[in-house]
């Protein structure tokens, strides 16, 4: 084997190859949305918080979204800035296998967290007599917890498979951050028990959950048409139509990178795709699920007021 044997002790992103003038743009750009982000998701987790109004199932499992959608983003865009302003590009081999964990688990818990919402949308709207019963609160937290201990269990399952092979060269991470496939590439040695266990991971943790959100969204969908008020129909199928979106987007996107056979000219695309789930993804969330809901409008002005001179 022509590489040198030596375990490698750190790897380069390679990132987006560009010019140095669009890489400082890219740079604010970035840079604005990852702040926007971190103020929607904490200005949603601190009214959840502080407003007794929403201390409901829905904004318990927005409250977990938030969550998440603020270390997603944490884990990964601060590494990406920082590469878009320097030339060092290198990061060390323990940071990387933390950063492939943290990426795996606030990821696969986020699918989950997403199945959890769409359930509690599907009590509400189909079964509205008995959403108290059903959605105790013993009920949500054993569904965050169920969340939460399965992208833990799977993130380190995938961590520690990839720990067993051997890194000897070359270098670069063809990605934006270490990206589980993208590092896979680099091992010297058969990764198709890795890319195994990543594919039912996939099939589990994607087209399972996938497959719950569309059963629910259309058993909500089917009792929406049956509202008789025409604007009570109109609002329902506005907010059911944004979630499905964004549905839409995230696991479309991880299945076309996680599950659909890779090319060389998918890399690029495969990028793209990342930034989206990394930055873009956790900016909307908030935007769509809970900034638009009249609840938290009423909700922080209430907060607002509370705050303000007397």
């Known amino acids: 084997m022509g590489w040198n044997q030596s375990w490698v002790r750190e790897f380069i992103l390679v990132g987006f190859q560009l010019n140095a003038e669009l890489e400082g743009l890219l740079f604010w750009i970035f840079l604005l949305f990852y702040i926007f982000s971190l103020l929607a998701n904490g200005t949603i987790l601190g009214l959840i918080c502080l407003d007794p109004r929403l201390h409901t199932p829905m904004y318990f499992f927005l409250a977990h979204l938030a969550i998440i959608d603020i ?39 986020e699918c989950l967290i997403l199945v959890a919402m769409s359930y509690d949308r599907f009590v509400a709207i ?58 896979l590439k680099l091992a010297c040695a058969d990764t198709r028990l890795n890319q195994a266990v990543l594919f039912a991971a996939c099939v589990f943790i994607l ?77 909307l969330n908030p935007l769509i699920y809970s900034l638009r809901n009249a609840q938290v409008k009423d909700a922080m002005w209430r907060t607002l007021r509370k705050k303000g001179p007397r």
Not at 132 to 159: K, Y
Not at 246 to 255: K, M, N, S, W
């Open 126 to 183: 189909c079964h509205p007599l008995y959403y108290t019963i059903i959605m105790s609160w013993r009920v949500c937290t054993v569904l965050a917890v169920t969340s939460w201990a399965c992208g833990f269990i799977l993130s380190l399952v995938h961590v520690t498979l990839l720990l067993r092979l051997p890194f000897c060269g070359p270098q670069e991470v063809n990605h934006l951050f270490c990206e589980i496939l993208s590092v």
């Open 71 to 109: 270390f997603y983003a944490s884990n990964n865009v601060p590494k990406m800035l920082a590469n878009l302003v320097s030339q060092n590009r290198t990061i060390s081999f323990v940071s990387c296998m933390m950063q492939t964990f943290l990426f795996l688990l606030f990821a696969d818990t």
């Open 207 to 283: 087209v399972g959950p996938l497959c719950l959100v569309l059963a629910s969204y259309t058993r909500i969908l089917s009792a929406i048409l049956r509202i008789q008020s025409g604007e009570g129909r109109r609002k329902a199928f506005s907010t059911c139509s944004s979630h499905l979106c964004v549905v839409g987007l995230f696991f479309g996107g991880a299945i076309v990178v996680y599950m659909l056979p890779g090319s060389k000219q998918r890399e690029e695309q495969e990028k793209m795709l990342s930034l989206f789930h990394s930055l873009f993804n956790p900016m």
